[in-house]
């Protein structure tokens, strides 16, 4: 990929010598740190060391009002639903607080909405759902926090609501608006920095937490993959959770992750994130997007080895329809946006599509054009959509400035979902258009290097030290460092299309790898400026430095 500017973050060169030696790391990686805005030396500490310690559920307003009312539930016998999501945060979630409660003598359900027939939150349908079952109380995970309606139809039936959700609640002149339930737990109605960030996953995780805290840590890897599938930055909690949640995966005691990593051919030892977001969440998004997910709640939490068997080759089946789906939806639209598309700064587009994959395709749409998208699906009169966004645009600021266009909205920052009405499909593109015109200004591609360096400074010790700020993904992505004028050497093609070769400055030799970047227009022996990470490389026992290239440019002075 080319990028129109390459940025460096800056630092004061004596204050990263400082925490170098403070914190026995080397000047790279101290200056890789400053640039995620870590600058105080205890909080680079929490960082680089996340302790579940740290965290207290009982900060979160609403906790403490939640964990009595379900204790004094259970205590009575009553019947629990737990109103869940079909991605996989929200499944995650239901997973997550159903099995700790059936194992605190809960009298418990869960109920998954099906995409297409009940829509996304807490329903008519979850509420008749809770009656048919004589539930007292709904607990809802990833969702009810604009459910104003619902709930007071709940309160009517007589039956009480707990509300745990993530994402953004409705607000008038900055205050926030809240549905009438019995407790409300949502980091973003709070002041604390460190909780406003989680998932719908990491919110329900804390609801467990303050019900029985010993036990819930085994629920940590669900978490994990619940945090990570929603993309929410890896900062603060969300690190904590996923820090203490990854060595489940890696070698799971969950007898359904290990179906699942065996199933999906993630064999490894060392989980990287590319197994999360590529080989097991989209197993576990697959059944919400395209057919039913409640089964998949059963999966998660299953010991029978026959079952979780049946329901993996389930799962396999279900995300090769999804990927054919959205294969075919993805080939329409890139096909009309080469006849349409005239540099807008927002993509909107629409058609007779499946509205389970209309999410993924606008973020490989993101991915592309590096601009806000919007893909509906046509349902009669109406027109239901997702968004994505690239990092630092906020799509509920775009939705807020369209609401009188909408029928519902909701969401987080960077993904969104909303419906309007078909006729107002042109309106709201040119509204989005306008305010885009007016927000982001110019659309450029830039590459954001935590540091400049020069190859003499990045040894094993780097590329060691890099491996603790895994794991890797939004808020926390892969440290990416910048050399100006290199020589290329020994320059070969291997693979399908990779580049290798080794890069030499002021006497100094690192081998380095390009994947996919075979097409590139480089030569032997020419001078290049070169984004890359250092890695370990591990072949037949040996261990030896590697750089891997992210991108590669003419050398500039």
Not at 13 to 31: D, G, M, V
């Amino acid at each position: 990929m080319q990028y129109s500017e390459w940025v460096v973050t800056k630092t004061n060169h004596e204050y990263l010598t400082y925490l170098s030696r403070s914190l026995n790391i080397s000047l790279p990686t101290a200056q890789v740190l400053v640039s995620r805005g870590l600058k105080d030396i205890d909080e680079i500490q929490a960082f680089l060391n996340p302790n579940m310690e740290r965290l207290d559920p009982f900060e979160i307003s609403g906790v403490r009002e939640a964990v009595q009312i379900i204790n004094e539930t259970i205590k009575s016998g009553k019947r629990i639903l737990i109103n869940g999501d079909y991605d996989a945060d929200g499944l995650t979630s239901t997973a997550i607080l159903y099995d700790l409660l059936e194992k605190k003598g809960a009298n418990v359900f869960y109920h998954i909405p099906h995409r297409i027939h009940h829509g996304y939150g807490l329903s008519i349908w979850s509420i008749e759902e809770a009656k048919n079952i004589g539930a007292s109380l709904i607990i809802t995970v990833d969702c009810g926090i604009r459910d104003f309606e619902t709930v007071e139809y709940a309160k009517k039936e007589g039956i009480g609501v707990i509300i745990t959700d993530h994402h953004e609640p409705l607000r008038l002149e900055d205050k926030a608006i809240l549905p009438d339930a019995l407790a409300v737990i949502n980091p973003k109605i709070d002041d604390k920095i460190e909780y406003k960030a989680l998932a719908g996953v990491g919110v329900a995780f804390m609801l467990a937490m303050a019900l029985d805290r010993e036990d819930s840590i085994k629920y940590l890897d669900l978490v994990t993959l619940g945090t990570y599938a929603d993309m929410v930055p890896l900062t603060y909690a969300n690190r904590i959770l996923i820090k203490n949640g990854w060595e489940l995966i890696e070698s799971p005691s969950r007898t359904s992750l290990r179906i699942l990593k065996n199933l999906s051919g993630v064999n490894s030892n060392s989980l990287k994130g590319f197994h999360l977001s590529f080989c097991l969440i989209p197993r576990i998004n697959a059944p919400g997007r395209v057919d039913h997910a409640k089964n998949v709640v059963r999966f998660l939490i299953s010991e029978d080895e026959h079952e979780l068997e049946t329901l993996s080759q389930w799962l396999n089946q279900i995300n090769s329809l999804r990927q054919k789906t959205e294969e075919k939806i993805l080939a329409e639209v890139e096909e009309r946006l080469e006849r349409e598309f005239n540099d807008d700064p927002v993509i909107v587009m629409w058609g007779e599509w499946h509205p389970g994959v209309v999410g993924t395709v606008a973020s490989k749409l993101v991915d592309k054009f590096n601009r806000p998208a919007f893909v509906f699906s046509l349902q009669g009169e109406k027109a239901k959509g997702s968004a994505r966004s690239p990092a630092g645009v906020d799509l509920q600021e775009f939705l807020n400035n369209c609401r009188d266009l909408l029928l519902r909205f909701g969401g987080h920052k960077q993904a969104a979902g909303m419906t309007l009405l078909k006729a107002n499909l042109l309106a709201f593109k040119d509204r989005l258009c306008s305010i885009a015109d007016d927000r982001i200004g110019e659309v450029k591609n830039v590459l954001y290097l935590d540091a400049a360096v020069n190859l003499g400074e990045i040894t094993e010790q780097v590329a060691e030290e890099i491996n603790l700020l895994e794991p890797f993904g939004e808020g926390n992505r892969e440290p990416l460092f910048g050399a100006k004028e290199l020589t290329v050497v020994n320059l070969r093609k291997v693979g399908n299309n990779h580049l290798k070769m080794f890069l030499r400055q002021n006497g100094t030799n690192l081998s380095a790898i390009g994947f996919d970047m075979g097409k590139e227009n480089i030569l032997e022996g020419s001078l290049i400026d070169a984004a890359f990470t250092p890695t370990i490389n591990q072949w037949e026992g040996m261990r030896s430095l590697q750089l891997q290239i992210k991108a590669i440019r003419r050398a500039q002075r």
